[in-house]
């Protein structure tokens, strides 16, 4: 089926720009839009400090559509139960530890640290990115320089006291549901 799906797609020089890949196109009916269209969501954490610190970011993955949590550090692995995680969404979203953040940005995914530092933007004031990749630090320390420099944006959330992980996590994906089509691409990405 894909040879033939190969055969019948046109010469790339012949391509306009839709929403349709010269390789989807043979398969899906007219104007299937691609993945890469569509907004999307996923989790950086560093080091996290606990099982329940992980397991109530993983609810708030659920509550506001995350594709996907990433881990890493060793420190959450050592008491992996998900006592917080009360809806169970570790079943739908994926949670996959890793050795490097930088090693897994998804397809068009823009790396945004969310850190408290010098420079970082207000999330107020912020345009969210069609397609992010929110990073966060542990409850008791911070993101390294390192992860915050390959970032493509760093925003802070306002406070007078610092918050929680989790609390910072459902702060920042209630700030991206609630400007809805405000993205950097507007209504292009559904």
């Known amino acids: 089926m894909l040879a033939k799906a190969a055969a019948q797609a046109p010469p790339i020089h ?3 720009t839709t929403a349709q890949s010269p390789y989807n196109r043979p398969l899906f009916p007219e104007g299937t839009p691609l993945v890469a269209d569509k907004r999307y969501s996923c989790i950086g954490l560093y080091n996290p400090k606990s099982p329940e610190n992980v397991g109530s970011v993983m609810r708030a993955a659920g509550c506001y559509g995350v594709a996907s949590v990433f881990y890493t550090g060793k420190r959450y692995e050592r008491a992996a139960d998900f006592v917080t ?14 050795d490097d953040l930088k090693k897994i940005l998804p397809l068009n995914c823009v790396p945004v640290a969310v850190e408290l530092v010098e420079g970082a933007r207000p ?9 992010a990749l929110y990073i966060f630090g542990p409850e008791d320390g911070s993101l390294d320089k390192e992860i915050r420099d390959w970032c493509e944006d760093v925003v802070y959330i306002p406070t007078t006291g610092c918050m929680n992980l989790a609390a910072t996590v459902n702060v920042v994906l209630y700030d991206r549901m ?3 089509l405000n993205t950097r691409s507007g209504p292009k990405f559904r």
């Open 123 to 131: 999330l107020p004031e912020y345009t969210h990115p069609d397609r």
């Open 178 to 180: 609630a400007k809805g």
């Open 14 to 16: 012949d391509l306009t």
């Open 85 to 98: 995680d009360t809806k169970r969404v570790h079943y739908d979203i994926p949670l996959i530890g890793i």
